[in-house]
Each structure stands twice: as C-alpha cells, then as structure tokens.
C-alpha cells in the first residue's frame, strides 16, 4: 500500500459545480497536510495548508482532515475553468527536531468546462 | 529573487551524457529540496539540504545521482551516464519553514534521446 493514495482522474464538471477531490493516507505520523495546484507545464504552488484534524476555508476553497479515518479533502465551490488543473495532497510528519519530507499523492486532473 | 528559479528549462540529451540541472532557491529559505516527477508517477523526493546540515541523499535512486548546494544557495543536480529511465521534470523547491510547505520553480523537463 502506498503511503498516500490519490484517484488520478480526470474528473470533468461544469462550471459553477462544487467539486470535492480526496486523499487516503496509511502513516498516522502525518500532522501537517497541504493541497497544491500544478498548471500544466508549470511547478507545483501551494494552495491550502491546515495542521492536524479540522477545516480550514479560504474564499471558494475548503480544505478537510479527518485524522481518525486517515482522509483529507479539498473542496470547491463556484468551480472555473480556471480552476482545471492537476491537484496534488502532500503531507509530513514531525520527526525528532525536525519535520519530515513532504509525501505527495500521484495528482488529480480537474477538468471545469464553460 | 522573487521565486524558485530553474535551468534550464528544457533538456534533450543522448544516452550515456552527463547532465547538470540547476535550482537558485528563494534568498533566505534554508531548506531545498529536489523532486522527480514522471508520467503517472507523482512526485518522488531525491534530496533534501537544511541549512549547514548533512544532506539527505536517502531519495536518490543511484549512485549516478548527486547534488551539491554551495553557499547555502544554489544547488546543483548531477546525472551522470543518463539513461532514458531518467526522462522526468526535475523539480526544485525551497522553504523556510516546512510546515508551511514548499514553493517550487517551474522545472527542468529532460529527456534522454
């Protein structure tokens, strides 16, 4: 089992559709979850960042972690075709005094048509 | 500067080259870090530098890999006798404090002909 599992997609909405995209992951260390956005042809940039179990909300985008069913979520709202990309989760642990490399998920493609 | 810079951008090589990719970080984040990203892959770590710290070479799938970060800056990642099993983007990233995550540049795209 892969540490973090993630559905490739594609998945294809309309626009103004709320989209809810999702990671499984087996390590219980994980604490700190993180949601990139990766444009074609461009680096990944960071879109949401929350610590531990909770929501966190930043305008159309709502990030959820559930530590206890080793799940997290990434919520859209009022989806645009500017949002069609590929979403990747990433997560890391505290080790000793420090913090562990990030683990990525494999991505999922969004596709918003007009 | 104002991102993580990458170059180049773009690399078409012959089997059996050696090749140099280089990251310029954001001025003051500490911590850089490289990533591998295939089709269908994701992001696979490679190496990870902190500050005056020994690297963490731990990702490097052989030993025709290395990197070195001079001056705490720029880093350099070296192939050496490429194979066509490397054709990746290479990702560079940089941070100051991890928790917070990574910015990442652009990438070099390179292909081994």
């Known amino acids: 089992q892969k540490e973090v599992e993630q559905d490739p997609g594609p998945l294809s909405v309309p626009e103004g559709a709320i989209v809810s995209l999702n990671c499984t992951y087996s390590?219980?260390?994980?604490?700190?979850f993180m949601w990139y956005r990766q444009y074609s042809r461009k680096g990944p940039e960071l879109l949401m960042y929350t610590y531990s179990s909770g929501n966190k909300e930043d305008g159309r985008f709502t990030a959820q972690v559930d530590k206890s069913s080793k799940y997290i979520s990434l919520f859209i709202r009022d989806s645009q075709p500017s949002d069609s990309a590929t979403y990747l989760c990433?997560?890391?642990?505290?080790?000793?005094?420090?913090?562990?490399?990030?683990?990525f998920g494999k991505g999922t493609m969004l596709l918003v048509s007009p | 500067g104002a991102g993580v810079s990458q170059s180049p951008s773009n690399k078409v090589t012959e089997k059996g080259k050696d090749v140099e990719l280089r990251c310029d970080p954001i001025?003051?984040?500490?911590?850089l870090y490289w990533y591998r990203q295939s089709l269908g892959q994701g992001l696979e770590f490679l190496i990870y530098?902190?500050?005056?710290?020994?690297?963490?070479k731990s990702g490097l799938p052989s030993d025709r890999f290395s990197a070195e970060r001079t001056g705490g800056s720029v880093s350099t990642l070296t192939i050496q006798r490429t194979q066509q099993e490397d054709s990746a983007v290479y990702l560079c990233?940089?941070?100051?404090?991890?928790?917070?995550?990574?910015?990442f540049g652009s990438g070099t795209r390179l292909t081994v002909v």
């Open positions: 990233a940089s941070s100051l404090d991890p928790r917070n995550g990574y910015t």
């Open positions: 390590n219980s260390a994980f604490q700190y």
């Open positions: 001025s003051g984040h500490t911590a």
């Open positions: 530098f902190q500050g005056n710290s020994a690297p963490d």
């Open positions: 990433a997560m890391s642990a505290k080790i000793n005094s420090g913090y562990s490399t990030l683990t």
